[in-house]
């Protein structure tokens, strides 16, 4: 069995495990696989890793860290999640998707909304409560996406393959 291709936007360390802790305290623990990411492709085919790899590896040596923004909650209906901006990541994952088109599903050829899931599958109630006990906590912050993750979907769990860390000189 091939299992799909997940491709994420890493944040900086600080901002990732302060984002991780959020999860942990507030995401369902028992479909609490993950730390916090910033999925930019949900589900590229398994066939397309070394390809992806080798894209990533040239994106990860001509761009600089790519500038973006928290910017506080945002719902998720049934969760809750940070809400980020960056135009430069969207742009950089335009030209991902550009490169695979043909190649990928319905979801991942349409730009996601940038977020960190720190609340999920949970009633609308309970998110609700979530984000009233956090309202005002999140302080809108700049950072910098520092590179990109390639990982594996195993039916849950994600198999981590490679971070490519934003080396370059050029802004996204």
């Not at 999860?23 to 623990?29: D, L, S």
């Not at 070394?50 to 600089?64: D, I, T």
């Not at 994952?93 to 599958?121: C, E, S, Y």
Request: a positive charge.
């Amino acid at each position: 069995m091939s299992h799909p291709l997940i491709l994420t936007a890493l944040l900086p360390k600080d901002l990732h495990g302060w984002a991780t802790a959020l999860r942990t305290a507030h995401f369902p623990p028992e479909r609490n696989y993950l730390e916090a990411h910033v999925t930019l492709f949900h589900a590229i085919p398994a066939q397309c890793e070394r390809e992806l790899g080798e894209l990533c590896k040239r994106l990860a040596a001509e761009f600089a860290p790519v500038d973006a923004r928290l910017l506080g909650l945002m719902s998720l209906g049934r969760g809750t999640a940070l809400r980020l901006e960056s135009e430069g990541i969207l742009r950089l994952r335009d030209g991902i998707a550009g490169h695979f088109r043909g190649m990928l599903t319905t979801q991942d050829m349409h730009r996601p909304r940038l977020h960190v899931t720190i609340q999920n599958k949970v009633s609308p109630k309970e998110a609700e409560r979530l984000q009233a006990l956090l309202d005002g906590t999140i302080e809108p912050r700049a950072f910098a996406f520092r590179g990109l993750g390639l990982h594996r979907y195993i039916g849950g769990p994600w198999e981590h393959i490679r971070d490519f860390v934003f080396r370059g000189q050029e802004k996204a």
